[in-house]
């Protein structure tokens, strides 16, 4: 059975940095997409970033340049780098692999 656990998040002024980790256990995830998605409350669940297992990596627009996701096979750990963080970024971060979901973390950013 997948489970997924998410570590970091917090608050951080607009212009700061926060990175989250997502520890996955259950089995190998080398040969599985990894990626993370966020949520604002009221509003649907969007998709932020994808660490392909061949290598390939794929942002939202509005977090290219800004956010990057990276894995760890050997701990089976995906990480996100969020750097120049705006207020509009803040929402509950979630790990999503093989159809199962984190329980999310929360990322704030002060204006």
């Known amino acids: 059975q997948v489970q997924l656990v998410e570590s970091g998040g917090g608050l951080v002024q607009a212009g700061g940095s926060l990175r989250l980790a997502c520890a996955a256990s259950g089995r190998s995830f080398s040969d599985t997409n990894m990626a993370w998605y966020r949520q604002a409350p009221g509003k649907a669940r969007e998709f932020v970033a994808i660490?392909?297992?061949?290598?390939?990596?794929l942002y939202l627009n509005a977090v290219k340049g800004r956010f990057t996701v990276s894995r760890d096979n050997n701990t089976n750990t995906l990480y996100l780098q969020m750097n120049n963080l705006k207020p509009e970024d803040k929402d509950i971060y979630y790990c999503?692999?093989?159809?199962?979901w984190g329980s999310g973390k929360q990322v704030t950013v002060s204006s």
């Open positions: 999503h692999v093989l159809e199962c």
């Open positions: 660490s392909g297992y061949l290598g390939t990596t």
